[in-house]
């Protein structure tokens, strides 16, 4: 028995189906107990394997996009703050933008929960199969300008532009430079191109984005593409961080609500 247990092992990694070893002690038990016929049995191996492959794919897909915290839009206690569009939200939740290359943008008072419903969407998108990448935006733009530096601009960029989805955390948070509103111009663009999706969060209304850039003209046509052809999501309300103190009967240790 145990040369043939050595020789299916060996099988089974050459033909990289290894992770059946997992179940397949449990699932013969099954069959020798008649609870499996023959094909009923290998239909079971092929199911562990498959959900073995999902869940191992789910779980990089995850820790490439890099959350701040693994949040979900069932976590999220919409009854906290009954001014918030939870039904707008709920349906972004179908994620027929995603599937369209369409984009979002968060905005409202800070603590309401933009960064929270960011997130979750991502996660969200990450069950679908979706490659997802989280930043701050600041950090992307320093991203992309250590890139004119060492000539790896290029690269920086495609990497950012790749993804299914971008979000894009606490963006026009300041004024930009010249060098940071041409690098976000490309970005945009880019995505754009590509028909690949953004969301951004933003406690400033979008319309108050343009004097943020040293450029009127970058501004119009980043702006233009990114503005008007997203879903706005306009998240007002107390702030939703004071039923999170510490202390409190119903605080739990969930991320900082944006």
Known sequence: MAIIDTALHDSLRTLKLSGMLHTLEARLAQAHAGELG??????????????????????????????????????FDFAASPKLPAAQIRDLAALRWLH??????????????????AQALGHLAIRQGAD???????RALAHLAGGHADRTWPRRLAELTRPDLLILDDFAMRELTAGQADDLY?????????????????????????????NPVVA?????????TSHQVFMNGPSYRPNKRPGRPDSTPKEEIR
């Open 38 to 75: 023959h094909l009923e049995f290998l239909q079971v191996l092929c199911h562990d394997e498959i959900t073995r492959r999902e869940t191992m794919s789910m779980t990089r897909r995850l820790r490439r996009a890099r959350f701040e915290q693994t949040t979900t839009l069932e976590e």
């Open 100 to 117: 369209a290359g369409e984009s979002i943008v968060l905005f409202g008072p800070v603590g309401v929960g933009k960064t929270h419903v």
């Open 132 to 138: 997802v990448r989280f930043h701050k935006t600041s």
């Open 186 to 214: 490309e970005l945009v663009s880019d995505r754009a191109r590509a028909g690949r999706s953004l969301i951004t969060t933003s406690n400033r209304s979008p319309v108050d984005w343009y004097p943020l850039f040293p």
């Open 220 to 228: 119009e046509s980043l702006l233009d593409r990114l503005i008007n």
